[in-house]
């Protein structure tokens, strides 16, 4: 994750904002009438408690107001890749609904009930990882399909190869230490194999060790002191995550050495964009959670009301209009950014 995520790279930190409209399992935020029939979304959270889906929620209802008729349902599956699918087929069921917005936690399991809900003429939208087999694509994987908004496995680890790659350039020999959301998971493996090939092309990077966060600050820390008592020589520490990379400056600064070892982060939250202003981190990805909120909500909307998309795959991160790593080198064309997740 950046949660990459990309991203959905996270750590769950409840918000207090969300309990009058979500979290819980089936509750309801309306948009209002518009005078017109509503549009009834479904919205299947991988988990409402965490800052980045908060903040991807938040772009949801900033788009469900502006069409004016259109209410959210939140299904909260806490991470419980089961969980979900059986909130998925239950709504199905119900045939309450006019759109799915859908985290998905299993990308292959999901493809199933994705079809029916399409035969059933409901709009499916996916955020963040993709409903299907393929890392590589933005584009929606299941014929009929409304939408599909992420930055493909692929794409993230090319911008975290390309951090490395700054990081390390100048360095005789770079010893690089990544540290995954879930090592297992397919964003975190695609991410480890594109850093393992890239430095097959470039002698002077090491990759000396994997490790596993969780997306959270202190278990991080912790592997991370492991790392660096196995690795003192350890150059660069790659999190896939901005909480992950503040746990790893922890196990930085209580090895006493702040200023030997470059930190790369992951998701532009505002921890990670606050550290690398101030020099303490060498960069993190970027990612707009709030703003693939408006984006999935828009694509369920269009597609409910039949409107024409020009494109139904969207990565607003990689669009050009801001740098995909953001560091100090680059500072000057992301003055003005904004965080749009607190990490």
């Known amino acids: 994750m950046k949660f990459r995520p990309r991203s959905l790279a996270l750590a769950l930190v409840l918000l207090a904002a969300l309990t009058a409209c979500s979290g819980a399992a089936g509750s ?9 029939k509503q549009i009834r979304v479904a919205f299947f959270s991988a988990v409402q408690a965490n800052t980045f889906i908060a903040a991807m929620y938040k772009g949801m209802q900033s788009a469900a107001a ?27 069921t119900t045939k309450r609904f006019d759109a799915f917005v859908i985290v998905p936690l299993n990308y292959a399991a999901m493809v199933a009930p994705t079809k029916t809900a399409i035969a059933q003429k409901i709009q499916v939208v996916t955020w ?8 590589d694509t933005v584009e929606p994987q299941v014929p ?17 190869v390309e951090m490395i790659n700054a990081a390390c350039q100048g360095l005789t020999t770079c010893n690089v230490a990544y540290v995954a959301g879930a090592i297992s998971g397919a964003f975190d493996v695609a991410t480890m194999n594109l850093i393992k090939e890239n430095a097959k092309t470039h002698p002077n990077i090491h990759v000396v060790q994997e490790v596993e966060g969780g997306y959270a600050r202190n278990p991080s820390l912790k592997v991370v002191q492991n790392v660096l008592q196995a690795h003192p020589n350890v150059n ?31 998701g532009a939250s505002v921890i990670g964009v606050t550290a690398v202003r101030a020099g303490r981190w060498f960069g993190t990805t970027l990612t707009l959670p709030e703003t693939d909120g ?49 990490g």
């Open 144 to 160: 009929g399909m409304a939408g599909s908004v992420l930055t493909p496995a692929t794409v993230d680890g090319a911008h975290h």
């Open 128 to 135: 963040n990882w993709p409903i299907g087999n393929k890392l």
């Open 66 to 92: 502006k069409q004016g008729n259109v209410s959210i349902t939140v299904f909260d599956a806490n991470f419980d890749a089961t969980k979900q699918l059986n909130q998925v087929e239950d709504a199905l």
């Open 236 to 266: 660069v520490i790659d999190a896939h995550g901005d909480q992950m990379a503040l746990g790893a400056e922890d196990a930085v600064k209580s090895a006493n050495l702040v200023g030997k070892v470059k930190i790369l982060g992951g």
């Open 28 to 36: 309801t935020a309306s948009s209002g009438s518009g005078g017109t």
């Open 294 to 342: 408006t984006t999935s909500m828009d694509l369920a909307i269009k597609g409910v009301l039949g409107q024409p998309v020009a494109d139904k795959g969207v990565d607003n991160a990689s669009n050009g209009q801001l740098p995909a790593i953001l560091t100090q080198a680059n500072a000057a064309s992301w003055k003005a950014f904004q965080a749009q997740w607190a």
